[in-house]
Nanobody, 118 residues
Framework: QVQLVESGGGLVQPGGSLRLSCAASGFTFSWYAMNWYRQAPGKERELVATITAADSKTNYADSVKGRFTISRDNAKKMVYLQMNSLKPEDTAVYYC???????????WGQGTQVAVSS
């Protein structure tokens, strides 16, 4: 059974930091690109950060570049999102996603809430 379980969300003041974690199970983690998406109230879900399967290359949305860092640990089947210098506009539900383009396979976690407010 495929599972992606996010953790680490919460309430933080502007300028603060959070580290999101995503634990994967039920599929060959190292074969999948891993992504973090977010969805703010009333907005569409947007891609925040990507890390590739083969060589762990990363890519970021312009809005988080220089503040967020995505990483993965294939041995532990974990992906992380380190979020620094958080802003109120970062408030959203953050979702972990696993994707294998060649087979069109796409898995989602249940999401974790991040709220940035003073």
């Amino acid at each position: 059974q495929v599972q992606l379980v996010e953790s680490g969300g919460g309430l933080v003041q502007p300028g603060g930091s959070l580290r999101l974690s995503c634990a994967a199970s039920g599929f060959t983690f190292s074969w999948y690109a891993m992504n973090w998406y977010r969805q703010a109230p009333g907005k569409e879900r947007e891609l925040v950060a990507t890390i590739t399967a083969a060589d762990s290359k990363t890519n970021y949305a312009d809005s988080v570049k220089g503040r967020f860092t995505i990483s993965r640990d294939n041995a532990k089947k974990m992906v992380y999102l380190q979020m620094n210098s958080l802003k109120p506009e970062d408030t959203a539900v953050y979702y972990c996603n696993a994707r294998r383009e060649v087979y069109g396979t796409n898995y989602w976690g249940q999401g974790t809430q991040v709220a940035v407010s003073s």
